[in-house]
């Protein structure tokens, strides 16, 4: 009995992979990589945040997301990072960064902020432009109006990076 019960979960798994490479790379983590794609590239994205009325200026943002995103895709794929010639190729700038109260008081002063970060991003799939798109991804963190941005830059970077990285990393490799 043990034996038949040993052959069909082989024969499941068999027939699982199977599945799976007859229809592009998967990964467990969502991503469906066209075959042939071996290489990603981020270009550095640029802040252009501080061009825009509303929004300020911080400085290493452009650093510190253009590196989220290629430590993202390197940690959901199996995709080596390049500088040049990528089979996938992500480029883009920074639009927005700026702080907006949300809620008040009775005084009229803010209870409530709210810290927001868009990004124009750009995907060339240099092996098929049909998956090539041109999109903004935002998000947004809540605080404490007696906090500075100082205060909770950390938290509030790690939180929207991981969450604009992870919408980037769905809309051209998971498709959602």
């Not at 038949?4 to 699982?16: A, D, E, H």
């Not at 990589?33 to 981020?42: K, N």
């Not at 049909?130 to 935002?138: A, H, P, T, V």
């Not at 604009?164 to 998971?174: G, M, P, V």
Request: hydrophobic share 35%; net charge negative.
């Amino acid at each position: 009995m043990k034996t038949s019960f040993n052959l069909w979960q082989g024969l499941l798994l068999g027939l699982m992979l199977l599945g799976w490479q007859s229809c592009g790379i998967y990964s467990f983590t969502g991503a469906s990589i066209p075959p042939g794609t071996e290489t990603f590239q981020v270009d550095y994205f640029i802040n252009e945040a501080g061009n825009r009325p509303g929004s300020t200026v911080e400085p290493g943002l452009d650093q510190d997301f253009t590196v989220a995103l290629q430590d993202y895709l390197l940690n959901q794929t199996s995709l080596s990072l390049t500088s040049t010639n990528g089979d996938l190729v992500y480029s883009g700038e920074i639009t927005q960064y700026s702080i907006t109260p949300m809620t008040s008081t009775a005084n009229n002063t803010a209870a409530q902020n709210r810290l927001t970060m868009t990004v124009n991003v750009r995907f060339d799939n240099t092996l098929n432009e049909d998956d090539s798109f041109e999109s903004r991804f935002s998000f947004f963190y809540d605080f404490d109006a007696n906090l500075q941005l100082f205060d909770i830059k950390t938290d509030a970077h790690k939180e929207i990076f991981e969450r604009i990285t992870q919408d980037i990393f769905n809309a051209s490799l998971a498709k959602w």
